[in-house]
């Protein structure tokens, strides 16, 4: 059990269409459990695909052209994520039709969510959105319809991304981030200091915030 004057800020950098996102943020979760870690997890916007057209790309095809992956290679990590997916109590269910999209406008989402004090729920949604429902998130009516599925506005949300608001705003945050040199997600900043990559799995979390707790120690001790 860890003990610490002030909860742990967590700054996690990750896209709602990235299963490692998902996957890293349960792990981690079930890690500050373990450990009793006061903590506040602030979520930050980033595009795995800024270029991709509304339209997307079939998901599977994306992969290969983006990594160089054999449908061998993808069909396996697949399996690899839906097993972690499950160990961790979520369901991913991927199909040969699902596609891969933008996302600027669910950061915008959830930009605004953020107001309302509902961006951790809604970023949950949206994840179970596209990996267990296969719901289209370029959809706005979409995005609304999970907007209003964690207590938000339906008619408001429709306006957030009709109008754009936000858009200036997410752009320059999703900037910053890739100018402190992020490049790919999940990435977890702990007390704005240590930068953590990659899903690192429950164990290695633990380690992690065990030793966060013992830094803190020393400095308050």
Known sequence: MTTQSEPLRIDIVSDVVCPWCIIGYRQLARALDATGTAHEI???????????????????EHIVEKYG???EQSEASRVRMTELGTDLGFVFRFADDMRMHNTFNTHQLLH??????????????????????RRDL???NVLADVAADVGLDRSEALAVLADQRYAAEVRNVENFWVSQGIRGVPAMIFNRRHLVTGAQ?????TRILEQLAGM???ATG
């Open 216 to 218: 803190q120690d020393q």
């Open 69 to 71: 992956s054999t449908p």
């Open 201 to 205: 799995g429950v164990e290695n979390y």
């Open 42 to 60: 602030h979520w930050h916007p980033f595009e795995l695909n800024p270029d991709m057209p509304p339209e997307g790309q079939n998901l599977r």
């Open 138 to 140: 370029s959809d706005d």
């Open 112 to 133: 605004w969510s953020d107001q309302q004090g509902r961006k951790h729920a809604l970023k949950q949604a949206l994840f179970a959105a596209h990996f267990t429902d």
